[in-house]
């Protein structure tokens, strides 16, 4: 099985189950997962792995970095998943939040995506429905897996079963919230709202950049990465920014490994605050 989280695609041994990564050593990794970093040297883009997986976890547009894959590198994994056998688990939660035309919002514009992988989506991200835990999966009848005995299994019917046995389903009000989001209004105000956030993010990332500091992300997703100057560790810029500027943020090596170096600013905010934010943090950068 292969999983990603934010700042590594993760890979496991074939014969490993969800729950059985095997023992967490003292660098905080599991001894039966084999870590990939994506980091800025590949441009947070996962590498193809030199071995047959078979469950891989992608996030794009990526919480943490806000970085995307373009349809090239999205192809890529798809034809290794159809060679391979893998399963892909696509988590596009961020999707309507991508600006470049050019920048897949679904698995599903790659051709064969549908026989090897399923897709996140998120209302909580999409609507603000943050809190409320209501989203979907997109899960093709095309798309199957192999017992042991190598007899092919749909993972469609099997998720039906699963829903239909062990989850007591969203609230009505909930999903007729969710429901609404498709009617014309609801469209326009998640557009609205989406290009809010996204101005704000725009706003932050040109005044991060005015001081010089190093930003990704913050174009095609809410989310800015951002490189902690001199080689300060995340926590010590944290703490930095918070007592000397009264600024907030997330330290990076919170999210794994490969964060520790970065803090990650979203632009989930009233627009005064991302303006006074940025002011804030020009005038201790200087």
Known sequence: MGVTDPIYPVYIDSNVMSGRAGVLQED??????VYIPCTSDNDFIPQIPDKRIDILYLCYPN?????????????????????????????AAYEAYIQDPEIPHSIYEIKGARKCAIEFRSFSKTAGF??????????????????????????????????????NG???????????????????QVKETINYYMTNAKIMKEGLEATGLKVYGGENAPYLWVKTPNNTSSWRFFDQM??????????????????????????????ENCIEAMRRIRNWIK
């Open 242 to 271: 918070l007592y000397e500027a009264n600024v907030v943020g997330t330290p990076g090596v919170g999210f794994g490994p490969s964060g520790e170096g970065y803090i990650r600013l979203t632009a989930f905010g009233e627009r």
């Open 130 to 167: 943050t809190g409320v835990r209501c989203g979907y999966t997109i899960v093709p009848k095309e798309v199957t897996a192999a017992t042991l005995s190598g007899e092919r299994i749909s993972l469609n019917k099997l998720w039906n079963r699963r829903q239909c046995t062990k989850f």
């Open 28 to 33: 905080g990794k599991w001894s039966n997962v």
């Open 63 to 91: 919480n943490p970095t806000g970085t995307t894959l373009t349809k090239e590198e999205l192809k890529k994994w798809v034809n290794y998943a159809l060679a391979n056998d893998t399963l892909i688990l696509f988590d």
């Open 170 to 188: 969203t609230s009505y009000i909930t999903q007729r919230g969710a429901e609404a989001i498709y009617s014309p209004e609801g469209k326009e």
